[in-house]
């Protein structure tokens, strides 16, 4: 006696059902998104309307950081692999489906040191410009220290023109020579996710020197017997003595 099993009908991708595509927010890695951390319909492929399907799947992982596409912080493109082991009749064909998985964060850095004073004080003689220096340091839920980006702008004077502009990656400072007069520092500090955090703050750079005071050598005076109450009698001995009586001058470098 002779029995064969046979499929009734072919097996093909339309018995497959794919996984959809995932977007997760403010999640920063990609460790709880393996497909058994997953909910149908996102986790793996489902065979459904055949009876003599064993199916072989398997999946790897393509995965892009910082991938600046809709402020996604990282995607994954995920591709799998079904292969039925029962179509026996015929060469072995291997259907594959991309599956896109995304991690969006809205979070911008947040600004955790170098808010500028908003009077910088130079001590120097040079009266028209000053040396100065600021540090910003931010912090990020998904972007490391060292990958965030610093962008300053500085409007001296503050008329609205931008005179100077500085950048740098993972570094927030600011050292130059400006010049005296009140102005307005700009920055923006973004993530690798496409959020900038922008702000703003007056500085003016004045010199903060106090002048130089000169007193008269040699200036001598003698007491005076003082009656403070009209009896008569000397109460006690005093002078009055004029501050310009001491005043030698004064000098300031500016």
Known sequence: ???EVIQPVAFSEANIRWPLDLTVSDLCDTAHLEPDDLEDPYDRPYISGHPCAKA?????DEVFRFAQDNNACFKILRTWSVLNWCDTA???VIYKHVQIIKSIN??????VEGLPDSIWCDYGTDCKRASVSFHFRAEDQCTPDELLSYFFRVDFNNDGSIDRSYSDIGK???????IYGNHRLYWSIGDQCGN???????????????PLIYCRNGVSTSLQAMDLN????????????WASDMDGGSSHPC
Do not use: F, Y
Request: aromatic share 2%; net charge negative.
């Open 1 to 3: 006696q002779h029995i």
């Open 56 to 60: 072989g799947i398997s999946h790897s």
């Open 90 to 92: 015929r060469a072995l």
């Open 106 to 111: 809205t979070v911008k850095p947040a600004l």
């Open 172 to 178: 927030g400072d600011v050292s130059d020579t400006w």
């Open 196 to 210: 900038v955090l922008e702000g703003s703050a007056p500085i003016s750079v004045r010199n903060c020197a106090p």
């Open 230 to 241: 009209g009896d008569g009698t000397t109460d006690t001995c005093m002078v009055v003595i």
